[in-house]
């Protein structure tokens, strides 16, 4: 298996755009989730998808932030309107939940700078 | 809620030593938990996972122990070589299969 896809690897936009950030779980994991990080507040959960469906989107700063996950293989997290205090690393991992495992694998990140 | 902390976190140490990261934890009911690397730029990359039935596991030059009633773990390397160089975080699963992770211990190995 190719591991988590994330894409793209760096986006660079201007304040009040949309960004989308795509992410590709591993096959056959049935979580996901999706992390921010930066310096000032290390790794933060914004949403946890089970089967698809969210569990936990507690983490997600505010309405501007929406995220997706149509079908298994798929999930979105977009930001409209953006703005720099957005700029950050974001992190998508998938894991098997329930089997006993439950190791998480990350994808690479995408670096976001708003300007 | 969960909590973790890693100490300390940074650490500078000569090339050859024998190194102690720490992760403690609030609370003790978790699934298990898992130490990552992560390069500067760069993704996390998995070490260890324990199981909370575990006591320890072992890869290469890397050990890391579990010890739930006092919400402990800690990740061992041996002989210590610059391409160790990195942030290590460590992630514990709990009873929401949610990960927490800790701030990091930023390591570098000097030659």
């Known amino acids: 298996d190719a591991g988590v896809i994330q894409s793209p690897r760096h986006e660079v936009t201007e304040m009040g755009q949309e960004v989308t950030l795509r992410c590709k779980p591993i096959?056959?994991?049935?979580?996901l989730f999706w992390y921010r990080q930066t310096m000032m507040r290390g790794l933060e959960l914004l949403i946890y998808?089970?089967?698809?469906?969210?569990?936990?989107d507690s983490g997600m700063p505010e309405d501007r932030f929406s995220a997706k996950m149509p079908n298994a293989s798929f999930s979105t997290l977009k930001i409209q309107p953006s703005e720099p205090r957005d700029s950050a690393v974001y992190f998508c991992?998938?894991?098997?939940?329930?089997?006993?495992?439950?190791?998480?694998?990350f994808g690479s990140g995408t670096q976001l700078s708003v300007l | 809620k969960q909590e973790v902390t890693q100490i300390p976190a940074a650490l500078s140490v000569p090339e050859g030593e024998n190194l102690v990261l720490n992760c403690s934890f609030t609370d003790s009911a978790i699934y298990n938990l898992q130490w990552f690397r992560q390069d500067p730029g760069k993704g996390l990359t998995s070490l260890l996972l324990i199981q909370s039935s575990q006591r320890e596991q072992t890869s290469g030059r890397l050990n890391a122990s579990l010890d739930k009633s006092s919400g402990r773990s800690t990740l061992y390397i041996a002989a210590s070589q610059p391409g160790d160089s990195a942030t290590y975080l460590c992630a514990v699963i709990g009873g929401s299969y949610i990960p927490t992770f800790g701030r990091g211990t930023s390591l570098i190995v000097h030659p």
């Open positions: 096959s056959g994991h049935n979580s």
């Open positions: 991992a998938s894991s098997l939940v329930g089997q006993g495992d439950e190791k998480l694998f």
């Open positions: 998808f089970n089967n698809n469906v969210p569990i936990d």
